[in-house]
């Protein structure tokens, strides 16, 4: 160990990939508590084809580290890549807080996309490798790395929450690029404390095909990968074929490589493991409502006055983030302290009570909102429906963060445990694509809360736009809350509410033979 290069008892370049992570996540987060808002405002989406715009948008930037992570691993190191994933970032960042052209900010989401594959995947690779292997100080580094990921989202969605919200959208988009761009300064600085560990893994980025360096290959694949998303964020059934096709290919590998290519033990763990790979969607498609349908609901359907401040809806996606950095120690010192009384949860349970908890989040939520029935009218008899109370939103994001603590770091964890090593990658990766999935899967669920009713409704105020009545203009500018509305979102999370819990109680059932086929394995 190389003491002259630690900082508080860890190697300096963990502050180094802390501070980047940090602003990357202030960039991505930030920009995300504020684009359905834009979508609907700026560019005049429907709340159905914004939800499913941002999933879609979701979906890719789980997609594409997969393909990061492979050219950085193959050729490019760590370094290169988080650094080229950074300058991808800062020009995405940069043109979102340009708001005259729509096809420059479909181009705008596509650079992010793309530099989110670049750079997620080899941050956190980089800090594994800066601890020698059994480094006992290997867990602490990444409990300090992910306070730096949770310090980032909370910060960029109070911030560009607030910003975008009063100020108008290029404020908030402007203060995400801004952060972004100290990232990419404190990284391009504090390489030199890196120590080596994120070079290319051999010369070969060095070698040459048709004239061009693999290196230069890979920035070029980089670009191609910029065009694609590019095209795919504008045609979102386009993100849905990927994913289903993508989807069948790793399944039909998945199985082919337990029953074909493993040992009876193997077999059993790669199973078990690719079942709860599974089963994350169904988690990942409910969890993920909050940066839509629940950000949407929050704004329009919850009294957000607090202090008789009325709190912008983008600022309560910081909720979840702060919540992760006050119930994480407790976790795992529970996980630790039950599992010395030998009845700590298997796997399969703390994933089944992932499912219940998002579950029960949902229905939670629909008690708060069914609480109070009562409406008025206006004077074109529209039926206005009575917000519900702030500290319902506190609840399900409360009790979304127990199951998220539940089932995320474990899932994460179980792969790296159940599957054989030769092929650990390529399970992480389909990690990855379900969670993918489960993000595409939230913008069909989210687009369910807008009713039929509802969008007939909408199309009777739309008529007001042009029309020749102050008031009837007026109602066009500030359509209220009605019943309609909120009983779209009531049915549609009583129904995936129950669904999650149905989920979860399958998923405990089937967690003996599970238990059984990962032979030990905790």
Same mark, same amino acid.
């Given at each position: 160990?190389?003491?002259?290069?630690?900082?508080?008892?860890?190697? =300096?370049? *963990?502050?180094?990939?802390?501070?980047?992570?940090?602003? !990357?996540?202030?960039?991505?987060?930030?920009?995300?508590?504020?684009?359905?808002?834009?979508?609907?405002?700026?560019?005049?989406?429907?709340?159905?084809?914004?939800?499913?715009?941002?999933?879609?948008?979701?979906? @890719?930037?789980?997609?594409?580290?997969? #393909?990061?992570?492979?050219?950085?691993?193959?050729?490019?190191?760590?370094? /290169?890549?988080?650094?080229?994933?950074?300058?991808?970032?800062?020009?995405?960042?940069?043109?979102?807080?340009?708001?005259?052209?729509?096809?420059?900010?479909?181009?705008?989401?596509?650079?992010?996309?793309?530099?989110?594959?670049?750079?997620?995947?080899?941050?956190? &690779?980089?800090?594994?490798?800066?601890?020698?292997?059994?480094? =006992?100080?290997?867990?602490?580094?990444?409990?300090?790395?992910?306070?730096?990921?949770?310090?980032?989202?909370?910060?960029?969605?109070?911030?560009?929450?607030?910003?975008?919200?009063?100020?108008?959208?290029?404020?908030?988009?402007?203060?995400?690029?801004?952060?972004? %761009?100290?990232?990419?300064?404190?990284? *391009?600085?504090?390489? /030199?404390?890196?120590?080596?560990?994120?070079?290319?893994? +051999?010369?070969?980025?060095?070698?040459?095909?048709?004239?061009? &360096?693999?290196?230069?290959?890979?920035? @070029?694949?980089?670009?191609? $990968?910029? #065009?694609?998303?590019?095209?795919?964020?504008?045609?979102?059934?386009?993100?849905?074929?990927?994913?289903?096709?993508?989807?069948? #290919?790793?399944?039909? %590998?998945? *199985?082919?490589?337990?029953?074909?290519?493993?040992?009876?033990?193997?077999?059993?763990?790669?199973?078990?493991?690719?079942?709860?790979?599974?089963?994350?969607?169904?988690?990942?498609?409910?969890?993920?409502?909050?940066?839509?349908?629940?950000?949407?609901?929050?704004?329009?359907?919850?009294? &957000? +006055?607090?202090?008789?401040?009325?709190?912008?809806?983008?600022?309560?996606?910081?909720?979840?983030?702060?919540?992760?950095?006050?119930?994480?120690? %407790?976790?795992?010192? @529970?996980?630790?302290?039950?599992?010395?009384?030998?009845?700590?949860?298997?796997?399969?349970?703390?994933?089944?009570?992932?499912?219940?908890?998002?579950?029960?989040?949902?229905?939670?939520?629909?008690?708060?909102?069914?609480?109070?029935?009562?409406?008025?009218?206006?004077?074109?008899?529209?039926?206005?429906?009575?917000?519900?109370?702030?500290?319902?939103?506190?609840?399900?994001?409360?009790?979304?963060?127990?199951?998220?603590?539940?089932?995320?770091?474990?899932?994460?964890?179980?792969?790296?445990? @159940?599957?054989?090593?030769?092929?650990?990658?390529?399970?992480?990766? $389909?990690?990855?694509?379900?969670?993918?999935?489960?993000?595409?899967?939230?913008?069909?669920?989210?687009?369910?809360? +807008?009713?039929?009713?509802?969008?007939?409704?909408?199309?009777?105020?739309?008529?007001?736009?042009?029309?020749?009545?102050?008031?009837?203009?007026?109602?066009? !500018?500030?359509?209220?809350?009605?019943?309609?509305? /909120?009983?779209?979102?009531?049915?549609?999370?009583?129904?995936?509410?129950?669904?999650?819990?149905?989920?979860?109680?399958? *998923?405990?059932?089937?967690?003996?033979?599970?238990? /059984?086929?990962?032979?030990?394995? =905790?």
């Amino acid at each position: 160990m190389n003491t002259t290069s630690d900082f508080l008892g860890h190697p =300096k370049g *963990l502050f180094v990939c802390f501070a980047t992570e940090m602003w !990357e996540r202030f960039s991505f987060y930030g920009m995300k508590a504020i684009l359905i808002f834009y979508l609907m405002d700026r560019w005049d989406f429907e709340r159905g084809s914004g939800l499913v715009l941002l999933a879609s948008y979701a979906a @890719l930037v789980y997609m594409t580290p997969v #393909i990061g992570g492979m050219l950085a691993d193959r050729f490019l190191g760590s370094r /290169k890549s988080v650094t080229y994933g950074a300058i991808l970032l800062v020009l995405g960042h940069g043109l979102m807080a340009y708001e005259q052209s729509e096809q420059l900010f479909y181009l705008a989401l596509a650079l992010i996309i793309s530099g989110v594959g670049f750079l997620k995947p080899n941050i956190s &690779t980089m800090v594994g490798a800066l601890y020698p292997e059994g480094d =006992k100080r290997r867990d602490s580094g990444f409990t300090i790395f992910y306070m730096g990921i949770n310090i980032g989202a909370a910060s960029a969605s109070l911030l560009c929450g607030y910003l975008g919200s009063t100020y108008g959208w290029s404020y908030g988009f402007g203060a995400a690029g801004i952060g972004m %761009f100290f990232g990419l300064l404190v990284f *391009l600085w504090g390489q /030199k404390f890196l120590d080596g560990h994120a070079e290319p893994p +051999s010369e070969d980025y060095k070698k040459k095909f048709s004239g061009i &360096t693999y290196e230069n290959w890979c920035y @070029l694949s980089g670009i191609l $990968m910029i #065009i694609v998303c590019w095209v795919l964020i504008q045609y979102q059934n386009l993100v849905g074929g990927v994913l289903g096709g993508a989807g069948s #290919i790793a399944i039909i %590998f998945w *199985l082919y490589y337990s029953l074909r290519k493993c040992d009876p033990v193997e077999r059993d763990k790669l199973l078990s493991v690719g079942v709860l790979v599974l089963f994350s969607i169904v988690f990942w498609a409910l969890f993920e409502q909050a940066g839509g349908s629940l950000n949407i609901l929050t704004d329009r359907g919850i009294n &957000t +006055s607090i202090g008789g401040w009325e709190v912008p809806a983008p600022m309560f996606q910081a909720v979840n983030a702060i919540f992760i950095f006050i119930l994480a120690p %407790f976790f795992a010192i @529970l996980w630790v302290s039950l599992s010395k009384r030998n009845i700590e949860p298997s796997i399969p349970v703390k994933f089944a009570l992932g499912l219940f908890f998002v579950g029960l989040g949902f229905l939670l939520l629909v008690v708060g909102m069914s609480g109070d029935s009562s409406t008025n009218f206006t004077s074109d008899g529209i039926e206005v429906a009575v917000k519900t109370s702030v500290i319902w939103i506190f609840v399900i994001y409360l009790v979304h963060t127990i199951g998220e603590l539940c089932l995320s770091p474990v899932g994460l964890s179980s792969v790296t445990k @159940l599957a054989p090593q030769r092929i650990v990658g390529i399970m992480m990766g $389909m990690w990855l694509l379900a969670s993918a999935a489960g993000s595409f899967a939230s913008g069909i669920i989210g687009k369910a809360t +807008s009713s039929q009713e509802y969008r007939d409704l909408v199309d009777k105020f739309d008529e007001y736009k042009v029309s020749d009545d102050p008031a009837e203009r007026a109602l066009y !500018e500030n359509m209220p809350y009605t019943a309609i509305e /909120k009983t779209g979102f009531i049915d549609a999370y009583t129904t995936v509410g129950w669904g999650a819990i149905a989920f979860a109680a399958l *998923l405990l059932l089937l967690s003996p033979l599970l238990v /059984k086929m990962m032979h030990g394995t =905790k």
